[in-house]
Every structure is written in structure tokens, then in C-alpha cells.
């Protein structure tokens, strides 16, 4: 039989933690908000430029800018983005087992989130760079990890640069995804409905061809990157607010079994108490 | 009248959807005024003042860096900034300008930085010029 008083110290202690998984869940709901509308904000943006560079794409062949040509994949890059912070569910981990999966020989890391580095670092992996995000990263503060990885792609020490990052479906689901980014491909860049008003159309540039390639293409790669960080913390909110939404659930259930255990303990002691008194009487009787 | 359907988007927001008669755009080599029909066009734009005449009057905005993309019957206005004269701060503008000004002179900044600081004073005077073209 357990000590009444026992289960009184377990019911205060579950509904402590309640009490914190609670709060949580009520700061990760308003910080989801502000992230799931930053990466809902750009999407008109991104679908925009697709659409462009889907059209430019028919008009130039792969040896007019390096960023279009792909090399027989010896290297690889993969953009880790993971969170800072625990305590999100299954998130990390199915991004990770995700990441376990890649063959680590020709496969090398850049890392943005302290779960993904530290699981880099447990498994050996070969981490050539671990970028710190703040929760709510401006375009500059991204630029720099996708600046990182443009340079690698560019100087030939990698020949494919992908993003493994947990894609945003809606406040419930995360679905982890590995995405190559470059060389950009026709195939790659599309993920619209291709427009086919434009092709065979001679395009004009301006000032001209090289010039505007230059500027657009490492600026879709950026803002591409800039865009999925932005989705993969809305994942992290919408993943820790549900979690700790359960977490709540969970323990206000084990509160409602441990006060029935409790009462039960304690209707149990008065009836022993009872026999005990009134046997007592009936012996003085 | 022949329209041509307008975008202009920001990473931020949709800014503008619609019907436009003319527009006319800070392209890197002066600006372009676009008509309907126009030839497939592919280029920069610069921070400037981007002229929209739509069927139910004119619309002028402040835009930052960007792309621009023409089809015959639509156009598409990538930037990173896009406010009309009423979103303008004046007094913050001036200030920003100032700001940058400074920082252009005093400091010895280095590649990004620097960049980055002379695209916002770029942006600045277009806020300038767009609020003050509407005062006259």
C-alpha cells in the first residue's frame, strides 16, 4: 500500500513540471506565429522567382555560368539545419537519422544548429564549418552559411551543394528533406507549373547576358537558403508547441491517476481506522 | 486600352497584383518605361523610383535592389524594398542618410560592410525622392 504521503509529493512535483511544459508550450505558440508568417512571407517572392529563372534557365546553356554546370558528383555539401534547443519532439531526430543515411566518405557538413553539430561531432562525420543562427535570422546573418557554401561549390572543392532541413507541411507535420540547391537545374529550379509562354521567345538583357546571371543566380541560391532556414525554425516552433502540448496532456493525466490512487489510499486508511476503533469498542463493551 | 498584368514582390510581402498600363522602372542603365507588348526583358534595377500608371490613377514607390523580369503581357518587379510615400518616413530617411553618409567617410570599411552601407544610402535617397516628389 502506498504512503499516502508519497503520492501527494508525486501529484505536486507532475503538476510542477505540467505547470513548466505549459508555459512552453504557450512561448512556443506566439514565437510559431512570428516564425510560421517570416517564412509564409516570402513564399509570393520565391514563387516569383522561380517562375524567372525557370523561363531563364531554357535560354542559357549550362557552360554560361559556373553555377549552372554540373561536374560528375565526387563531393558533397550538405547544409545541416537542425535547432538549438531540444526539447521539439521527434524533429531532430528524424532530420538526423535522415543525415545518418548520406554516405560520410563523400560527404562533407556545414552545420547551422547546435543538435546537428553535436551529432556531427558524436558520429565522426567530417563538419568543415558550424554556423550560430539567432531565432528569427535576418537575409544577412543566412548569407553568410550560403555565402560559405557558394564559395566551396565555386572554388571546385565540392561539386553539390543540398540542404537537409525539416520542410514546414503545417503546424503538425515536419517532413525532413534533402534538397540539392547547385548546381541549379532545370529540374531543381522548377517546383511550379512551367510557363511555356516564354520559351522559344528570344529573351533581351540587359546590360547583358553574363552581368544579369551573375547577380540572379548566386541571389536565388541565397535567398533559397535564406527562405528554408526561415521554414525550418516555423518547424521548430510548430514542433516544440505541439510536443509540449502532449507533455501538458500527459501529465494532467498522471495528476488524475495519482489523485484516484490517493484517495483511494487515504478512503483505504480511514476504513482501517474505523475497524480499528470500533473493534476496539466492542472489546470494552 | 491593352494592360499588362503587374507583380511586385519583396521576401517580406506581395507589395502589388494587378492591371498596369505603363510602368516605368530604375533599370541598371537608366530607366525603363514599359509599355504592353514589350519585348521579353531580362535585368537589374537599381534603388530608384519605380512609376506604376494603372487604370485607376498612378502609383509611385521607392525600390531597393532587384530583378526584373518583362514578358509581353506581364511584369515582374523582384526587389528587396518596395514602399509607397505614405510608408516613408521623411525624418527617418534623412537620418539614415546622414548615418550612411557618415559611415562612408569616417569608417574604413571593408567589402560587405561597405556594400552593404552603400546600398542602404542608395535605398534612403530613393525613399527621399519619392516622398519629396509628391510635396511639390
Known sequence: MPNTRDIRRRIKSVKNTAQITKAMQMVAASKMRKAQQAALAGHPYSEVLNRVLVSLRDLVSEADHPLLESRPVEKKLVLLVTSDKGLCGALNTNVLREAASLDSKSTVFVSSGKKGSSFLARTGRDMIADFLLPDSPTFLQTKAVSKFCLEKFLSGEVDEVSVLYPKFVNTLTQKPVLLSLLPISKDKASGI??????????????PDADEVLNAILPYYFHFTVFQMILEARASEQSARMVA??????????????LTLEYNKARQASITTELLEITTAQMALA | MPTLNLEIV??????FSGEALMVTAPGVDGDLGILPEHMPLMTQIHPGELHVTTPSGDIFLAVGEGFLEVLPDRVSVMTDMAESDSEIDEKAAEEAVERARKAMTEKTLSGEELATVQSSLLRSLAKLHVKRRTHR
Open chain 1, 193 to 206: 507549373d512551367h510557363d511555356d509562354k516564354s520559351s522559344g521567345s528570344q529573351f533581351l538583357f540587359e
Open chain 1, 244 to 257: 509540449m502540448k502532449s507533455a501538458t496532456d500527459n501529465a494532467k493525466n498522471i495528476v488524475k491517476d
Open chain 2, 10 to 15: 519583396t521576401p517580406e510581402a506581395r507589395i
